[in-house]
């Protein structure tokens, strides 16, 4: 066995890991598995290896997080910059208990719609169901002041404030009247009210009145936890994993040139090795260290950590729209993008003077 180089296999850009699994299993198939040095991988010890880096995108590219509202009774289940799987626990509220002895006065079927500000605050619409809504009334829809809600288009349930809808979710007005006299009225989602619940019903103290919350993610990805007054806002920005070095696969391998060439006869997708065909070439220097770190099999310095690239869709110079906060609606220039941060300066010109305003990335959207 001669002693162990880095080879590069060139392939077609886009097949890189197709091809790495065909070697891997004719690697296997050949038996000559004491020939290749083990590679750290996402499926434990490989042979060959695709460098690849991790990429979060900015917010301002539609589609590529998921935010989810989360009031503050709510145990947080999650930190920022933790890691996510799709169907994690992202938070959790207890199931809530009567205190005292209760009979239900009456139970109303309602819409709620929630309306956010571009302060973050929020305005709350409960509307019949009867009424039904318009089907322009969805979350994430963009609404205006005196837009009705309804489709019979009611006075009484028009949009007092511009902003964006939040939340659309059926819900139940319970009125409650204690042994003693006092009243109480709960708004409780549909999903999560007991089954025997219902108008006249009297229930014990210590009766459950609705039942355990919880919110899954239904995304992987990067947590980012933002705090406001009614609410935290957590959002799961998405990791895209794109190949470093398009069009090549590399292995550690002690194989003489005719076992080399055998490896990769017939492959569908291979081109050939770096170097020739039938004379490859190791490779080493500056490029062979790049390529060992991002395999794991050499120290990574510590500006180097493993967190994920953050990549941003707007540049210095950028003309940008500020989307909340105070200065929501002004267009501002980009003067500073911070990506430790995840913040940019952006300059508005507020009385004819041009003001620096520091924002977080997903308080901006292109123009």
Request: hydrophobic share 35%; aromatic share 8%.
């Amino acid at each position: 066995m001669q002693r162990k180089k880095w080879y590069a296999i060139q392939t077609y850009a886009g097949s890189e890991l197709r091809v790495k699994r065909q070697l891997e299993e004719r690697v296997r198939q050949l038996g000559l598995e004491r020939y290749f040095t083990p590679i750290p991988g996402d499926d434990g010890r490989e042979m060959f290896f695709v460098p690849v880096e991790e990429v979060v995108t900015s917010r301002s590219r539609r589609g590529r997080a998921t935010e989810y509202r989360v009031p503050y009774e709510y145990d947080l289940m999650v930190k920022t910059n933790e890691r996510i799987q799709r169907g994690d626990l992202i938070g959790r509220r207890p199931p809530r208990h009567l205190e005292k002895a209760a009979q239900v006065q009456s139970v109303e079927s309602l819409w709620r719609v929630v309306v956010e500000l571009v302060n973050r605050g929020e305005v709350e619409y409960l509307i019949p169901q009867e009424r039904g809504l318009r089907r322009d009334v969805r979350i994430g829809e963009r609404v205006r002041q005196g837009m009705p809600l309804t489709r019979d288009v009611s006075d009484r349930y028009m949009v007092e404030v511009r902003g964006q809808i939040v939340v659309r979710d059926r819900v139940r007005r319970v009125a409650l009247r204690y042994e003693d006299g006092g009243e109480e009225t709960r708004i409780i989602p549909e999903a999560y009210i007991p089954p025997r619940l219902k108008e006249g019903v009297e229930l014990s103290a210590g009766a459950e009145i609705e039942r355990e919350h919880k919110l899954y993610s239904r995304a992987t990805g990067l947590i980012k936890v933002k705090e406001y007054k009614e609410k935290r806002l957590i959002t799961v920005q998405r990791i895209e994993r794109r190949r470093l070095i398009p069009g090549y696969v590399f292995t550690k391998m002690g194989l003489d040139e005719e076992q080399m060439r055998e490896l990769i006869e017939g492959l569908d997708g291979v081109i050939r090795y770096v170097g020739s065909r039938f004379h490859p070439l190791p490779i080493e220097g500056k490029e062979m260290h790049f390529i060992q770190r991002k395999a794991g099999m050499a120290e990574i310095p510590v500006s180097e950590a493993k967190r994920p690239k953050v990549e941003v869709e707007f540049e210095v110079g950028e003309v940008v729209q500020i989307v909340e906060g105070p200065f929501a609606d002004f267009t501002g220039e980009v003067k500073e993008i911070d990506k430790d941060a995840e913040e940019v300066v952006v300059t508005v010109k507020i009385f004819g003077r041009e003001t620096p305003v520091r924002i977080s990335f997903d308080g901006i959207d292109k123009v």
